[in-house]
């Protein structure tokens, strides 16, 4: 059995309006304890506004909230940025940083991806860090440099295996309903972990989680993450529905 325990998290994105967050929410609690406790960690990241109302709607279950994106700096004059340590305040666990479409909308570079993972940490939050290909870029050949390339700069300064998740999602997969397979997967799953081994050891690479996100759904799920170095998920469109989600969840 692998030493890491599994992770999903529901990437909500710019989804859901109060009512039906709410909705979502219980419906993820009533899964919770209908049930035996699933055999992996919990996490969802709606959007901004929403964690408060998301976060009581969670409160008594062990399904953790957590936000997508934050700002590099503790406080100050960004308007319309969030600092991290009011996250944490808000009872976030984990940050999504440098998600591809936030590298792509906002021109966030490894340098800024790195400096956000940071802030997550210094704030007591586990930094979920985002790293994959373009289909471009896989078509060139250039898969994997890409990717050992976005860990090397983007990777936060203390990162431990409690306090850093990365999150491998090939930016062809996302939202396109086309997934990685799984040999492709597990190709780029092993070699960032070995990248992770020269940046921080053997042993902390070994214990690091490397979630898979790309159209991850209940029918692909269980192959996915029965790979060796697939140490869970990163959902965005099947965490909008509860089944869906909690069927993925299963799956672990
Ligand atoms: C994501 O955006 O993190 C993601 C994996 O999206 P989807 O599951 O919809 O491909």
């Not at 219980?26 to 049930?35: D, E, Y």
């Not at 440099?145 to 990777?155: A, F, K």
Request: aromatic share 4%; with cysteine; glycine share 10%.
């Amino acid at each position: 059995m692998s030493i890491r325990r599994k992770l999903i998290a529901g990437n909500w994105k710019m989804n859901g309006l109060k009512a039906g967050s709410a909705e979502l929410a219980s419906a993820l609690v009533a899964n919770w304890t209908s049930g035996a406790p699933p055999a992996c960690d919990v996490l969802v990241c709606p959007p901004f506004p929403l964690i408060v109302p998301v976060a009581a709607a969670l409160a008594g279950s062990g399904i953790a909230v957590g936000a997508q994106d934050c700002h590099a700096r503790p406080a100050g004059a960004h308007t319309g940025d969030v600092a991290a340590p009011l996250l944490a305040d808000l009872g976030c666990a984990a940050v999504i940083v440098g998600h591809s479409e936030r590298r792509a909308d906002h021109g966030e570079t490894d340098a800024t991806v790195k400096a956000k993972a940071e802030a997550a940490l210094a704030a007591g939050m586990i930094a979920i860090v985002c790293v994959g290909e373009t289909l471009e870029q896989r078509e060139a050949g250039r898969t994997l440099e890409v990717n050992t390339s976005q860990l090397r700069g983007s990777l936060p300064a203390g990162a431990t295996p409690a306090n850093t998740v990365i999150a491998y999602e090939p930016v062809w997969a996302i939202g396109t309903g086309r997934v990685a397979t799984p040999a492709q997967a597990q190709e780029v799953h092993a070699v960032l972990r070995a990248e992770l081994a020269s940046l921080l050891g053997v042993e902390s690479a070994a214990a690091t989680r490397i979630l898979y996100g790309g159209s991850m759904k209940p029918d692909n799920a269980a192959e996915l993450l029965s790979l060796p170095d697939v140490d869970g998920g990163l959902i965005g469109g099947a965490s909008l529905k509860a089944a869906d989600f909690w069927a993925i969840v299963t799956a672990c």
